[in-house]
T-cell receptor
C-alpha cells in the first residue's frame, strides 16, 4: 500500500512565524502535491512537483513556497504565517495525475 | 478559470438504497473526470475516473456517468452501506498534471 505521511496532525503557530509542513511518500512517485482544504471550497492546489528540484505553482501559491530536495519528500513553507492561512493542509503523491494518494492532513491554526 | 461545482452540499439516503451524487463542470477540454471519497479524519481516497471519450464506467458497486452535452458528471453507489458515509468530491484533470476539485457533497446513510 502506498503510504503518504505528514509530519504533524495538528499545529498551532503564531502570526509571523515561519512554518514547515513535511510530507513523505514511500512509493517512488514522481508527482507530489500540496493542497489546502477549507469548508465550502473543496481542495485547492497550492504547489506541485513532478521531479526532484522541480516545482510548479498551483491555483493559490501566494504566501507559500515549497522544496523538493529528495524524491520522497515534499515540504511546504509558510514564510510568515498569517491568520488567513489557518486551514487543513493535504499532501498527495501520484504516478498518474488522476489517482493521487493523500496523507491524513495537517490542521494548522495561526493565532 | 476552471470550476467544478456540485448540485447539493448534503445527501441523505437509506441504507440499502442507491445513492446518486451529481457534479457540474465547466472545462470542456478536460480529458479525465474523477471521484474521490473522504472519510472523517482522513485524506481523500481515489474511487474511480472516466476518460472524456467515455460516457459510463463501472467499478465495484459504483458507476460514473459523464454527459458532455450538459457538462454533468454523476457517481452512483449501489446498495449504500454505512461505510459509504463520507464527503465525495468530483474533480477534473486540467492540463498534464493538475486536478481541480469541487466543493464536495456529504453523504449520510440512515439506518
Amino acid at each position: 500500500d502506498v503510504k503518504v505521511t505528514q509530519s504533524s496532525r495538528y499545529l498551532v503557530k503564531r502570526t509571523g512565524e515561519k512554518v514547515f509542513l513535511e510530507c513523505v511518500q514511500d512509493m517512488d512517485h514522481e508527482n507530489m502535491f500540496w493542497y489546502r482544504q477549507d469548508p465550502g471550497l473543496g481542495l485547492r492546489l497550492i504547489y506541485f512537483s513532478y521531479d526532484v528540484k522541480m516545482k510548479e505553482k498551483g491555483d493559490i501559491p501566494e504566501g507559500y513556497s515549497v522544496s523538493r530536495e529528495k524524491k520522497e519528500r515534499f515540504s511546504l513553507i509558510l514564510e510568515s504565517a498569517s491568520t488567513n492561512q489557518t486551514s487543513m493542509y493535504l499532501c498527495a503523491s501520484s504516478l498518474t495525475t488522476t489517482e493521487q494518494y493523500f496523507g491524513p492532513g495537517t490542521r494548522l491554526t495561526v493565532t | 478559470g476552471e470550476s467544478v461545482g456540485l448540485h447539493l452540499p448534503t445527501l441523505s439516503v437509506q441504507e440499502g438504497d442507491n445513492s446518486i451524487i451529481n457534479c457540474a463542470y465547466s472545462n470542456s477540454a478536460s480529458d479525465y473526470f474523477i471521484w474521490y471519497k473522504q472519510e472523517s479524519g482522513k485524506g481523500p481516497q481515489f474511487i474511480i475516473d472516466i476518460r472524456s471519450n467515455m460516457d459510463k464506467r463501472q467499478g465495484q458497486r459504483v458507476t460514473v456517468l459523464l454527459n458532455k452535452t450538459v457538462k454533468h458528471l454523476s457517481l452512483q453507489i449501489a446498495a449504500t452501506q454505512p461505510g459509504d458515509s463520507a464527503v465525495y468530491f468530483c474533480a477534473e484533470k486540467v492540463g498534464a498534471q493538475k486536478l481541480v476539485f469541487g466543493q464536495g457533497t456529504r453523504l449520510t446513510i440512515n439506518p
